[in-house]
């Protein structure tokens, strides 16, 4: 039977199917909260409690955002932290205006496009472990682009949770214990690594153990409430550099005075009557505003929420945003026309192909990861920050520097490697995408924010590499099409595609009698425990509802 046709008998079956079912939630207490007046939502519930005290002390979102993501630096360090960069997106309710803050990583001045080839071969492990991965930190410059234009408070406020986590200890988190023990053999192999987050006999911590990092607690401090002058080009900056000339990298003093972060236009458009505001490249938000678009006025709410012809749907607008996607690349050194992307004819074209299959070659297996870090932030006066924030894969470049505690990333490895080489996302390296001194790598993190009638509703984000699109995109959908509460719409099963290869990926909680419909769909599934977490804060009047993702743990905290 035609793939088509098979649609619209799965649509009726699915339909009743799905009315059946039940949607509560199952989450811990902590991963889900209400709130009155304020709300974070992080993937460390210590990193969202840090940031409520900061609004419980008159800080507003910016302040309590800048204070999580330092506090989940520390805590999530296989994620994120000031060795890293990232993306905020923020709404000021005052002036009624969004604006995108991109503090990326950027290749070094030093980089060139062949800089992955050895013998004419592209070594891809050379981006990913190790000092010639790392791109230029971003994340202090960030934090303080951030502060100094929209926050209320000086940088040593909103790091004294951070500092006093790091210096006093934390508790390893299950997901992080998990990670530290997945990576330990690396771990082992880097002193800057070993000395924090190994035990003296080299064992792994256990969940619940104690970790102590005294030397990150002093960089923080050390960075006083001039933290650019002293990361970029002070002590921590002599520091790096020392490190990155005895490792053999690029990165130079010039690389760190030069480096800045970029305030750009958000972007936008419309679902079924929502207002929908992403960031610009080298973000994807582009390409989930496509794929919303795609599937405005497509009536899903009658399909039903993980129903087979729903997913079918979102299959084919995956697979084609995951194609357009490749045109995609730092806009300061390759056109990206965003609104010949989001205009009618090309939304239009996608909604049409988007209900014709298509045929790919060589299915393979897609890589699952879970560097990167999201937290929400909404407070009272209705100002909200949707920030996403990595060092790429776990534990970055799998490099700390010993005397500042500093993790450094490998984003180099968003960038593409050789043109048609997988990265560690299995994503396809493009000539847009390719390595130039000073450019910034192409990125999956999207965090967005949705308003109704010009006002925020919800704000949404993820970690997960490329399920960063897919996941944000099936969170909002469960929530702006099926209307579940923040805490169900995270924990409702998801998929990702991603065009190539030619698979899709199926979270095992997915119903097997729906994994078969999509089987007799002609569609190759592979299946896995879980894919990447997307965070979510719905906002109504004095109606907060947040939920983290269990997949990763984390912590909604509303007061
Ligand atoms: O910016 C990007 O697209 C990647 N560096 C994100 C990596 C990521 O989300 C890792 N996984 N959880």
Redesign the pocket.
């Known amino acids: 039977m035609p793939r088509r046709i098979q649609l619209c008998a799965f649509t009726i079956a699915f339909v009743l199917f799905a009315a059946t079912r039940s949607y509560a939630a199952a989450s811990a207490p902590e991963t889900s909260a209400v709130g009155v007046h304020g709300m974070v939502v992080s993937e460390s519930a210590d990193a969202a409690r840090a940031g409520v005290e900061i609004l419980k002390q008159g800080g507003n979102a910016v302040d309590a955002a800048v204070a999580t993501a330092l506090a989940v630096g520390v805590t999530n360090p296989a994620?994120c932290g000031i060795g890293g960069g990232g993306f905020m997106l923020i709404y000021m309710a005052k002036a009624h205006a969004f604006y995108a803050l991109d503090y990326r990583e950027t290749a070094p001045l030093q980089a060139r496009p062949d800089m992955y080839l050895r013998n004419g071969k592209p070594d891809e492990d050379l981006a990913r472990d190790g000092i010639l991965g790392v791109g230029v930190p971003g994340e202090i410059a960030g934090i303080d682009a951030a502060l100094r234009r929209f926050g209320t408070m000086k940088f040593q406020q909103i790091a004294a949770p951070a500092e006093k986590l790091a210096g006093d200890g934390y508790t390893a988190s299950p997901h992080l214990a998990k990670e530290i023990a997945m990576l330990a053999p690396k771990i082992k192999n880097d002193p800057g690594l070993s000395q924090v987050f190994l035990k003296p006999d080299g064992s792994a911590p256990n969940t619940g153990d104690t970790i102590v990092a005294k030397n990150l607690a002093a960089t923080l401090k050390s960075l006083g409430d001039d933290p650019v002058t002293n990361f970029y080009h002070g002590e921590v900056a002599r520091a790096l550099v020392e490190f990155t000339k005895t490792h053999g990298g690029l990165i130079s003093s010039a690389d760190l005075a030069e480096y800045r972060p970029d305030w750009r236009n958000p972007i936008r458009h419309r679902y079924e009557g929502y207002e929908v505001y992403a960031m610009p490249p080298p973000s994807?938000g582009g390409i989930v505003l496509e794929m919303l678009g795609a599937l405005d006025s497509g009536h899903l709410a009658g399909l039903g929420v993980n129903s087979p012809p729903y997913l079918a749907r979102l299959i084919e607008v995956m697979r084609q945003g995951f194609i357009d996607r490749e045109r995609y690349a730092d806009p300061a050194f390759v056109g990206v026309d965003i609104e010949k992307l989001l205009n009618d004819a090309n939304i239009q074209q996608l909604r049409e192909r988007a209900l014709h299959p298509k045929t790919s070659p060589a299915p393979a297996a897609a890589a699952h990861?879970?560097?990167?870090s999201n937290l929400l932030v909404v407070d009272k006066d209705g100002n909200v920050v949707a920030l996403t924030t990595?060092i790429?894969?776990v534990f970055g470049a799998k490099m700390s520097v010993p005397a500042l505690g500093v993790i450094l990333n490998d984003?180099m490895d968003?960038f593409a490697v050789a043109p048609g080489v997988p990265n560690a996302?299995r994503l396809e390296g493009e000539r847009a995408n390719e390595v130039r001194a000073g450019k910034r790598?192409?990125?999956?993190?999207t965090p967005i924010i949705v308003t109704r009638n010009g006002v925020p509703v919800l704000t949404t984000g993820g970690?997960?590499?490329?399920t960063?699109v897919s996941g944000v995109l099936q969170v909002a959908l469960n929530i702006l099409a099926f209307h579940l509460d923040a805490t169900a719409a995270v924990a409702e099963p998801r998929i990702h595609e991603q065009a190539a290869p030619d698979v899709v990926i199926v979270e095992q909680k997915m119903p097997t009698p729906t994994r078969s419909a999509l089987e007799q769909m002609d569609y190759k599934l592979k299946v896995v425990p879980e894919l990447?977490a997307v965070g979510a804060i719905t906002i109504a009047p004095a109606n907060l509802r947040g939920a983290a993702d269990p997949r990763k743990g984390g912590g909604a905290v509303g007061y």
């Open positions: 994620s994807s990861d879970h560097g990167t990595t790429n894969t984003e968003d996302y790598p192409l990125s999956s993190m970690s997960g590499g490329p960063i990447g």
